[in-house]
Nanobody, 122 residues
Framework: VQLQAYGGGLVQAGGSLRLSCTASGRTLSRYVMGWFRQVPGKEREFVANIAASGRSTNYTDSVKGRFTISRDNVNNMVYLQMTSLKSEDTAVYYC????????????????WGQGTLVTVSS
């Protein structure tokens, strides 16, 4: 499975962005999918994940109430809707797949896409 994330960009603080992730080579519908982010010089950080069914989600505390992860298994897509963006959300965002639900460690995910840069200006 090769994942591709897109939708990043420059946004003002308080604004919104929606990141998308699609897969080639295999359907995403069987997998737990997640979003991570990374700032230069820091470890990759868990943001959110979603069960294969889409019925269960997990979020890191700093994004709860502001970010929403969702998926469309028919169209093989995973999304991260980000609202009320803050400067500290600035990072490269990665989609990942293949872990167990609840997994928050990057090493627990088998499949990774290239990142998409989100820059929030204050």
């Amino acid at each position: 499975v090769q994942l591709q994330a897109y939708g990043g960009g420059l946004v003002q603080a308080g604004g919104s962005l929606r990141l998308s992730c699609t897969a080639s080579g295999r359907t995403l519908s069987r997998y737990v999918m997640g979003w991570f982010r990374q700032v230069p010089g820091k470890e990759r950080e868990f943001v959110a994940n979603i069960a294969a069914s889409g019925r269960s989600t997990n979020y890191t505390d700093s994004v709860k109430g502001r970010f929403t992860i969702s998926r469309d298994n028919v169209n093989n897509m995973v999304y991260l809707q980000m609202t009320s963006l803050k400067s500290e959300d600035t990072a490269v965002y990665y989609c990942a797949g293949g872990a167990l639900l609840g997994a928050r460690g990057s090493s627990e995910y088998y499949y990774w896409g290239q990142g998409t840069l989100v820059t929030v200006s204050s």
